[in-house]
């Protein structure tokens, strides 16, 4: 099994980015997918999740109206499309594989000027 994730990198604020998780191993279409994040000196905190049907179940409210999570199971890739950021959003995020608890290693967002 593997998740890795890209996209990552330093943008100033109110800037977009949109981070991808490729994954591989497992039978992707099926499960749920979440994306983390956590900031220096604080815990990693759940971001958003969708459904393996490409809805969205959850999205934290420091972030609702500026990203999006979305899928495309042919290709077994999540996306977390972010826009207006911050820069409290600064951090790694990471890909999580709900249902085995299975982590990308993260790609690190900097949002600054």
């Known amino acids: 099994v593997q998740l890795v994730e890209s996209g990552g990198g330093l943008v100033q604020p109110g800037g977009s980015l949109r981070l991808s998780c490729a994954a591989s191993g497992f039978t992707f279409s099926i499960y749920a997918m979440s994306w983390y994040r956590q900031a220096p000196g604080k815990e990693r905190e759940l971001v958003a999740t969708i459904r393996s049907t490409g809805i969205s179940t959850y999205l934290a409210d420091s972030v609702k109206g500026r990203f999006t999570i979305s899928r495309d199971n042919a290709k077994n890739t999540v996306y977390l499309q972010m826009n207006s950021l911050k820069p409290e959003d600064t951090a790694v995020y990471y890909c999580?594989?709900?249902?085995?608890?299975?982590w990308g290693k993260g790609t690190l967002v900097t949002v600054s000027s």
């Open positions: 999580k594989w709900v249902a085995m608890n299975y």
